[in-house]
């Protein structure tokens, strides 16, 4: 069966601090891996998207890997600013012809000052 | 990347009532969105694929009848729930495709439904 599972659930840290999000997903065949940042009330923004062979992934703070091999990801937030506070979710696109999206529960972050 | 929009943001109706969601891209041409549902600390959930021109593809378990997609133009999608309940309360959600390598999929805003 299909699945992204990820830890924790959910997540508070300082302002300033570092913090690594996880993702273990069953997923196959595989296409690409993509980190989500959702805030309250709005739809999912695209942080990340990597394919089978892309270790890692920087967008600004952000920096995700990826081990094809044990099939886990990490999302890292460096230096977390109060407007980090979001929910983090991690999707994997299965491949063939339907390309789905299988959708983890996502990581609920706080950063409180 | 497709920006994309949703009207309305928030809509309250009352038990068995319609109510129509559009899902619009400002700046693509989209033959293919996608609506979600997300209920509150679950994630989201296909519910079907809008096709541009032709019927959609509803995921296993939700109802066509109910869930009317029409996907006329390559820029506007609507969805309509029909007859309205309360357990169809919940965060509905539209994607468009980018036709990319990647696949890339760019989402909607959201729209809260709340039935009475």
């Known amino acids: 069966k299909n699945q992204v599972e990820q830890s924790p659930q959910s997540l508070i840290i300082l302002e300033g601090k570092n913090c690594t999000l996880q993702c273990n997903y069953t997923v196959s065949p595989f296409s690409n891996l993509r980190w989500y940042k959702q805030d309250t009330g709005r739809g999912p923004v695209s942080l990340t998207i990597m394919t089978f062979s892309e270790n890692t992934k920087s967008n600004g703070r952000y920096t995700a890997t990826l081990d094809a091999d044990t099939k886990q990801s990490s999302l890292h937030i460096t230096a977390s600013q109060l407007s980090d506070s979001a929910s983090y979710i991690c999707v994997v696109s299965a491949g063939g012809a339907t390309n789905k999206l299988i959708f983890g529960t996502g990581t609920l972050l706080a950063v409180q000052p | 990347g497709a920006v994309v929009s949703q009207h309305p943001s928030r809509v309250i109706c009352k038990s068995g009532t319609s109510v129509k969601i559009e899902c619009r891209s400002l700046d693509f041409q989209a033959t293919t969105m996608f609506w979600y549902r997300q209920f509150p600390k679950k994630s989201l959930m296909l519910m079907a694929t809008?096709?541009?021109?032709?019927?959609?593809?509803?995921e296993q378990g939700v109802e066509k009848d109910k869930f009317l997609i029409n996907h006329a133009s390559l820029t506007l999608s609507t969805l309509t729930v029909t007859s309205a309940h309360p357990e169809d309360s919940s965060f509905y959600i539209c994607?468009?495709?980018?036709?990319?390598?990647?696949?890339?999929?760019?989402f909607g805003p959201g729209t809260r439904l709340t039935v009475l």
């Open positions: 994607s468009v495709a980018s036709g990319s390598h990647y696949n890339e999929q760019f």
């Open positions: 809008s096709n541009e021109g032709s019927k959609a593809t509803y």
